[in-house]
């Protein structure tokens, strides 16, 4: 790829995006670049050829590509910034609930806007991306944008009005992925299982199964009862999660996901 790519944020997502780009080999090094207003943040990306900038302004004037990584807390205060030098450039936002329209209010209606949804698992090449591209943004823009997330995982396309329901699905989900897990560790723990045996079994057991999803052809419901025995162990385990509302907990959590990105969009 040869466009220069710019991130303002230089927290922990941009990190991983980064992360997918190097490790590809997407783009090289100096074609990347960081602004925060913590230049304390630079260091881990300056040790890998990545420059961090003093101002926003040469940010933009470095990027054709410029990742909108801040909280969307901040937004208001980024596009204001941006908005005097930012024409002709394309504009990805990973933001929980920030819409294409509440970017062209600030930037202007001709404004190039793809809109992500990543997760924390790009920064070991596992990611999972929900991407929209946003008109006037080109196949061709978008294709380069959609190639910067594919470095880091697996992209989707999505239309943008499931954007903020995909957070729930996709970018937020880790966070109850690792709750399960740690629920298992202590469930293993109180039998008398040593921590680390437990981590590194839940761990493996979550890797099979998530390839079972992806690779096995086999529908979930399928896959449940491969493993449930007839008057078994797991129906047991089953009849416990059942009665505790498992499945409603889940489904539960992810509404409250939605609402709040609606709520951050506002
Ligand atoms: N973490 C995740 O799993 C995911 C996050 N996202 C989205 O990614 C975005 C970034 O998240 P994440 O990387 O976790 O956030 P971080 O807090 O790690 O990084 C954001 C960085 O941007 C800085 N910043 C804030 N305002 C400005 C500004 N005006 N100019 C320059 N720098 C600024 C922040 O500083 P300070 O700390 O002082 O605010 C911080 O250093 C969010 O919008 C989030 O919704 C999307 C998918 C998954
Ligand atoms: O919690 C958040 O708001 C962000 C968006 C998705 C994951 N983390």
């Known amino acids: 790829m040869t466009e220069k790519i710019g991130f303002i944020g230089a927290g922990n997502m941009a990190g991983a995006i980064i992360n997918g780009l190097l490790r590809q080999g997407v783009c090289p090094a100096d074609h990347l670049a960081v602004y925060d207003h913590h230049s304390t943040h630079y260091a881990r990306f300056e040790e890998r050829g990545v420059c961090g900038v003093e101002t926003v302004r040469q940010l933009v004037k470095f990027a054709d590509i410029i990742f909108l990584s801040v909280k969307p807390q901040n937004y208001d205060e980024v596009l204001q910034n ?15 609930g920030i819409s294409s329209a509440y970017i ?6 001709a404004a190039k806007i793809a809109l992500a949804m990543p997760n924390t698992p790009l920064l070991l090449g596992e990611g999972a991306t929900a991407l929209c591209q946003c008109s006037p943004l080109t196949d061709v823009e978008y294709a380069k944008v959609k190639a910067v997330f594919a470095a880091g ?10 954007m903020a329901a995909v957070i729930s699905v996709s970018g937020s989900s880790p966070a109850y992925v690792y709750l399960f897990a740690k629920a298992v560790i202590a469930g293993a723990v109180e039998q008398g299982i040593d921590v680390a045996v437990a981590k590194a079994l839940i761990a493996q057991t979550l890797i099979g199964s998530a390839k079972m999803l992806t690779d096995s052809g086999i529908e979930p419901d399928e896959l449940i009862r491969m493993v449930s025995s007839k008057g078994g162990t797991t129906i047991a385990a089953l009849d416990a999660l059942y009665a505790h509302g498992f499945e409603q907990a889940v489904i539960d959590g992810m509404r409250q996901c939605t609402r709040r990105a609606k709520e951050l969009g506002k």
């Open 82 to 96: 941006i908005c005097p030098f930012a024409e002709g450039k394309i504009i990805v936002s990973i933001a929980a």
């Open 104 to 109: 062209k209010e600030r930037l202007g209606d």
């Open 153 to 162: 995982g697996v992209v989707q396309d999505l239309p943008e009005e499931q």
